[in-house]
């Protein structure tokens, strides 16, 4: 710790500094930004979700009726939060990375306040009634060509540092991050083209839609978190990564599997009959794609469990990566054809994409934007008490949700095959499921307002002007962030 | 910085490429799109003579079979018909009984609101 500096190392401090520096602004909007949109998302869950078992709650404001809500709810969440927290990470990620500072933070910045601003109209015209009735896609169908195009503004940028990097490795995190960033234009604008464009079949246009739903998580949210998990496990373990070839492996069966997925929600439907068996086995074989990353990054910090308990963004992530896990046996479990059969029209289906949402994709979010924010503001969180809230209360939460989503959904499921009961009973037998949803919302919603506050005085640039990282337990012999004194060196070396 | 690898030039081709790649698919759909949908003649297409000449068949039928004349009486016996003619099975409505609520006179009643 107390070694001096060589050259080297105070020329790299600077260029990370530099770095950090040119994307500070637009790294802290899309999180800050995000964060409010993942409250707000929340907040709209949370009533979604009474309303399905107590409908006459709050049924005399009509703007938030059952359908409305629960369509706001989740493009909220996606691209309020999920969107904006992926932009700020691909950024910062990829500019790091390939040591290349940014230099269109400007036009990134208004970007990400046009994706704030077609966001809101977005949500405010769900509410008013004037939605398109598409699952993930309830925006009117002028809303996607302008986020397509605002996608674009915000991350053309990084493709173009991608292509000048310094001649050298590629990263794992930058295998991910490319998909991430090709495919998630690709899917959105094949779901424009066949859902709101072309004049084919309602009823593909539906199957489409269901492929996007899956695409928006399998194809982008989820190579973004696991570009942060193989960004962040090294980095703060400083240990390299287990095994380049099971990343390999992970990397190109999730690229294989991804694409197939979806299609299994419109099983029984009039559709091509290969293609929702196709979606079933995909979402089926995810894994072991779930497995690879899984064994990876947590063989990745096996030794350094110590250090997973106090580092506030390598317990996020490794927390996000086991999560991934359990998604991948719960996919295997619940995509077979009996299992869909029972399930298709149950909760089930909606605790796996909270799963996805929250569990897998947000708790990495989460990890990365514990390790970011320090370095882009240079600050140090202010309590970790708020962060050791957000983390329980998360997985608390998220648990409950799956966890009753999942059950009740099964027995919903039995409920419907029942044809001897009425259909009230079903509905009956899954209302006190309802309820532990419901109220697992409400932690959530603490969780996140906690998380919140904190990011947005920390954008304030409130946080405790320290070199020492805020862990999660305090008898710590050694940083796990690296040498501490960094930030203080390089405005030292400024200066 | 590699200077053989970053430059003005390099980041201005590097944009249109990127650009390119990532509309590659909307440039294939626009190139296609006149291709699937020219003259594609779809199965409701190909039975579409077949089932008018089913309809225009039906209706003829229909019509010679119609009897004008018939119809007409029909309708009028109808519209000389009681309103709620009793049907098989119906019971007659029990009388009120007398000096019951629903018995008094709707003009002897109290005004509402006095």
Partial sequence: ?495 | MDHTRDNPLKRFTSFWLALLLVTTFAIGALILWPLSHGDVETVADLKAVDRLQVKAEVQKAQTENLNAEALAEALANAAKAPSQAPSPGSMAVPSLAPESVSAEDPAESPEPNN
């Fill in chain 1, 1 to 495: 710790m107390s070694e001096t500096p060589s050259t080297t190392d105070i020329h790299d401090i600077e260029l990370r500094s530099s770095i950090d520096r040119s994307l500070r602004h637009p790294v802290m909007f899309f999180f800050a930004s995000g964060s409010i949109w993942l409250v707000l998302g929340i907040l709209l869950g949370f009533i979604a979700s009474a309303k399905k078992h107590a409908p006459e709650f709050l049924d005399c404001i009509s703007w938030i009726d059952a359908g409305k809500v629960d369509a706001a709810h989740l493009s909220a969440l996606v691209y309020g939060w999920g969107c904006q927290a992926a932009f700020g990470m691909i950024i910062w990620l990829m500019a790091r990375l390939t040591r290349k500072e940014c230099t269109a933070s400007g036009i990134i910045l208004v970007a990400g306040h046009l994706w704030n601003l077609i966001i809101m109209v977005g949500i405010v015209t769900i509410l008013a009634g004037q939605g398109s009735g598409v699952t993930l896609m309830a925006f009117p169908s002028y809303i996607w060509v302008s986020l397509l195009v605002v996608y674009l503004m915000i991350t053309l940028w990084s493709l173009v540092q991608f292509q000048v990097r310094d001649a050298g490795h590629v990263y794992v995190s930058q295998w991910y991050l490319l998909a991430g960033l090709l495919w998630f234009p690709w899917i959105l604008g094949s779901a424009i083209f066949f859902v709101f464009a072309s004049e084919g079949h309602p009823l593909m246009a539906a199957a489409v839609a269901a492929w996007f739903k899956s695409g928006v998580f399998l194809l982008f949210l989820l190579p973004t978190a696991l570009a942060s998990a193989y960004y962040l496990a090294p980095k703060v373990t400083g240990r390299p990564v287990y095994s380049y070839n099971v990343a390999l492996f992970g990397f190109w069966a999730l690229a294989f599997l991804g694409p197939w997925a979806g299609f299994q929600r419109l099983m029984g439907a009039p559709i091509p009959q290969f293609l929702p068996y196709a979606g079933a086995a995909a979402m089926v074989l995810i894994l072991i794609p779930a497995l690879a990353v899984g064994l990876n990054i947590l063989k990745t910090i096996q030794d350094q469990k110590e250090l997973a308990a106090q580092s506030p963004s390598l317990r996020f992530t490794t927390s996000g990566i086991v999560l991934f896990i359990i998604f991948g046996v719960l996919s295997f479990g619940l995509n077979t054809v009996p299992a869909i059969k029972m399930t298709q029209f149950s909760y089930t289906g909606y605790g796996l994409d909270i799963l996805a949402i929250y569990g897998v994709f947000s708790l990495c979010a989460f990890g990365a934007i514990y390790f970011i924010v320090p370095r882009v503001t240079r600050r140090e969180w202010l309590s970790s008490r708020f962060i050791t809230w957000h983390f329980f209360l998360s997985l608390y939460a998220v648990a409950s949700i799956v966890c009753c989503a999942i059950i009740g959904g099964i027995i919903q499921g039995q409920g419907m095959e029942d044809l001897s009961q009425p259909f009230g009973t079903m509905a009956e037998r899954s209302s006190s499921y309802g309820w532990g949803i419901t109220i697992a919302w409400a932690f959530l919603l603490v969780a996140n307002f906690v998380f919140c506050l904190h990011l947005l005085l920390m954008w304030a640039r409130l946080g405790r002007r320290s070199s020492h990282p805020t862990l999660l337990q305090n008898h710590h012999p050694e940083s796990p962030h690296g040498p501490e004194g960094e930030i203080d060196n390089i405005g030292s070396v400024n200066a």
